[in-house]
Structure formats: structure tokens, C-alpha cells
């Protein structure tokens, strides 16, 4: 192995620029890495040592030999041979000598083999350093500068030498980056075995807002507000519950601060998501009601079968915007409380049309029947599930325009219901 093979100026330069570890440890990594390759050859013994020197960066390498006259093979070295190593040529069988071997005979293998154990060494110690340090910063922010990207996943890097990776699921997706652009997150978890770096970023997590919220608005580091609940719909809307502990504290007015600044100031992490800050209550509806601002609710109650579904009714303007253009609005208030919400909107507003349909899917979906089903029923005068089991079983099959079989189990299913809600 020439010296030109195995450069340790030029190795420390490159490690050192990309890994940022500390000189002696770079060195440390390198004499053993050297030693791991070079023992692999049979040439040489057990007790073979690896050297640096500090000051001039050469690498020493030598072996300790036994001198006997008989025997031959590794680490066994004839007492004539032996002398011409000994400064005093004092040397007698049985003696151990320790000899420098010239760095080109440990051969080309061994640099290739050594450079590839260094650079493995050196990446496996800088994740141990960046997990040793990190791995106590889960639900922090941390902030850096895209430097790559890889198969979707974002990568970035903090303080100037540290690599952080962003998944492309923990990305907000209609957000678009380029090397350089600073970039912001929230450490949420550590993985020795992710490709460039161990810590992974979220910006989609509820964690990310949660934390924002923590920096901006001190009333609720201290204890006055408090977050209940938090969802996201990344990209598009944010919601979440705050409940005062200060009955004389406003709860929206103190998160969006003077001038909307504090908001303002969260909202600037995000490009386009809308944040909507909404007072705890005891009473479910009226969570409901605020989260659904500015839409109009005439009503709320919950769904006579299924007490966990809410029931909301709203004009036809209101109702065409919540099913269609915000239903990202019902879904996140769903998600907010806990409960399954169905629209509907008013029938005394509403065309016969929009009755007829109302009816077809309240029968479909409470009787578990198909919405073909369900017309057939309508259109022969059954709207509602009452009306279903209150007809004398014979007249509703010879009226309903079903078969035998399926009208007499839907009246049934009616009839069990119907009973049931009496009786409670």
C-alpha cells in the first residue's frame, strides 16, 4: 500500500468537513479501522498495532514477533533476521521483538477494505452523537436549511452539521421546497436505520401546532390556557380547543393577540392552512356551533337511533358549502368532538325533492337497507320509519313493491326500532 493509497491528510480534510467529529476521534476511528483490515491478512499476528503520528499524520504499523529458528509462519521471525532489527543485536530465542511493517505491504485490499470500515465508523459515530443528543428533544421545534431531498423525503440541516429528515408522510402536501429554503418541524421520533440521518421531522403532525401555539402565546405556557384538543387537515385547516382557566380571559382574543399577531405569527409556518381557535365548553353543541363559523346552524340534536351521530340543520346556501365547498369544516368538527355529523337542511325551506331524498336516506341508512330499497318504499307513501311499522305487516307487503321476504324483515326491523324508542 503506497502512501499515496491510504492519504490521511486528505481523509482527515474530507471527514472533518463532512462529519464535523473532533480530530481525535477521527483518528481513533482511522488507527482502528486500519488494524480491523489489516489483522484480516495471515501474514500478520494477533498482536499487531496500528499508529498514527500526530504531527506529521503517517501511519505506523507494527507486529510483535517471536524468535525462534525452527519454527516458521506469523509472528515467527529467525534470531538472524531478528538482529537486523534489534538496536543492540542483542537477541536470543524465546525473545519477542515488536518490528514496524512498511505501510506498503499491508496492500492495496487492506487500504480499500480500511477507507470503507473508516467511512462506515465515522457515519455510525456522528448518529450516535446526533441520537445522544437529540433523542431527549422529541416535541421540539427545530429549525434548518433544505439541503437535499430523497425519494419525496425532505432533508435539512441544522446548525450547520447536522442532518434531519422530513418523511414524505409527515410532509404538508401541497407545500413545494428547494435546497436553500429555511424550513422548520417538530422532532418526533429517532431511527437508527433511516437513510441520512436517525432524527425524523414532522410537519403535519398536531404536535408541530401544538408547540407554535406553546412559543407564541404565553398564557398558555403558565398555565392559563389549555389545549384540549387539536386536529389537522395539513395544508388546508387546523382546529383546535382551548379552554380558559381565567373565566375574565378571552380565549380566542388571547391566542390571536393584538392586531391578530400572534395568529398571525403561527399561521406564518404554514403556507396556506387555516387555523381556527375555538372555545372549550361543557356542551357538545356548542362546540359545534363555533367550529362551524361562519355557517349559520339552525339546529342541532342528536340522531333519535344513533345518539352518537349529530344531526345538523342549516339554509340551502349554508348546506351547499358544507357539503361541498368546506366539508373539510364538518369533517374536522367530527373529528374534533368525537361524534359522526350529517347535514341537512331545512324542510321548510326545502324543495319536495330535497324532502323525498332526505327521506330515502334516513330510512337507508337507519334500517340498513339499500338506497334502491329505500326509494321504492318512499315512493309508495312509507317516508318515515314509523309510518313503516305502524302499517298493518300484509298491506305493507302488498303495498310496498318489495318481495315477501324483504318487506316482512324491513318491517320487522321498523317495528323493533319503533318499540324500542317508545318504550326508553
Known amino acids: 500500500m503506497k502512501e499515496n493509497n491510504f492519504d490521511i491528510k486528505s481523509l482527515l480534510t474530507f471527514i472533518e468537513a463532512n462529519y464535523k467529529l473532533d480530530r481525535d476521534t477521527i483518528l481513533d476511528i482511522i488507527e482502528l479501522s486500519i488494524l480491523k483490515a489489516a489483522s484480516k491478512n495471515k501474514k500478520f499476528s494477533s498482536d499487531l498495532c496500528v499508529k498514527i503520528d500526530k504531527n506529521d499524520y503517517t501511519v505506523h504499523v507494527y507486529d510483535s514477533f517471536i524468535v525462534d529458528d525452527e519454527l516458521t509462519g506469523p509472528g515467527i521471525i529467525s534470531s538472524k533476521l531478528a538482529k537486523q532489527y534489534s538496536k543492540n543485536g542483542n537477541i536470543q530465542e524465546g525473545d519477542i521483538i515488536e518490528i514496524e511493517i512498511p505501510i506498503q505491504n499491508l496492500g492495496r485490499i487492506c487500504a480499500r477494505d480500511s477507507r470503507m470500515m473508516i467511512l462506515q465508523k465515522i457515519k455510525q459515530t456522528k448518529n450516535e452523537n446526533i441520537i445522544s443528543e437529540y433523542e431527549h428533544k422529541i416535541g421540539t421545534i427545530i429549525t434548518g436549511i433544505v439541503s437535499g431531498f430523497d425519494k419525496g423525503n425532505i432533508i435539512f440541516t441544522v446548525n450547520g452539521n447536522v442532518d434531519m429528515i422530513i418523511p414524505q408522510k409527515e410532509k404538508i402536501f401541497n407545500e413545494k421546497y428547494k435546497n436553500g429554503d429555511v424550513i422548520s418541524g417538530v422532532i418526533i421520533g429517532v431511527n437508527k436505520k433511516q437513510k441520512y440521518s436517525p432524527i425524523i421531522v414532522s410537519r403535519s403532525s398536531d404536535i408541530f401546532v401544538e408547540e407554535l401555539m406553546r412559543n407564541e402565546i404565553p398564557e398558555i405556557n403558565d398555565g392559563k390556557l389549555k389545549i384540549m384538543n387539536i386536529v389537522r387537515s395539513p395544508g388546508n385547516l387546523t382546529k383546535v380547543i382551548v379552554k380558559s382557566e381565567d373565566t375574565k380571559l378571552d380565549v380566542v382574543g388571547t391566542c390571536v393577540g393584538k392586531n391578530g399577531i400572534r395568529i398571525k405569527n403561527i399561521k406564518s409556518e404554514f403556507q396556506h392552512e387555516k387555523i381556527d381557535i375555538i372555545r372549550h365548553s361543557d356542551n357538545i353543541i356548542d362546540i359545534v356551533k363555533e367550529s362551524l363559523l361562519p355557517i349559520e346552524v339552525y339546529d342541532i340534536k342528536p340522531d333519535v337511533l344513533n345518539p352518537s351521530t349529530l344531526i345538523i340543520t342549516t339554509d340551502s346556501r349554508s348546506y351547499e358549502h358544507l357539503i361541498k365547498r368546506y366539508n373539510k369544516n364538518v369533517y374536522l368538527t367530527s373529528k374534533l368532538i368525537g361524534h359522526r355529523i ?64 324483504t318487506a316482512s324483515g324491513i318491517h320487522a326491523a321498523a317495528s323493533t326500532i319503533i318499540e324500542h324508542l317508545r318504550n326508553n
Open 342 to 405: 350529517v347535514v341537512e337542511k331545512r324542510l321548510d325551506i326545502a324543495s319536495f325533492e330535497e324532502i323525498k331524498e332526505n327521506a330515502i336516506r334516513t330510512i337507508s341508512e337507519n334500517l340498513d337497507i339499500s338506497l334502491i330499497e329505500s326509494k321504492m318504499l318512499v315512493n309508495s307513501g312509507y317516508t318515515t320509519i314509523e309510518c313503516i311499522a305502524d302499517e298493518d305487516l300484509d298491506t305493507f307487503i302488498s303495498n310496498c313493491g318489495l318481495n315477501e321476504i
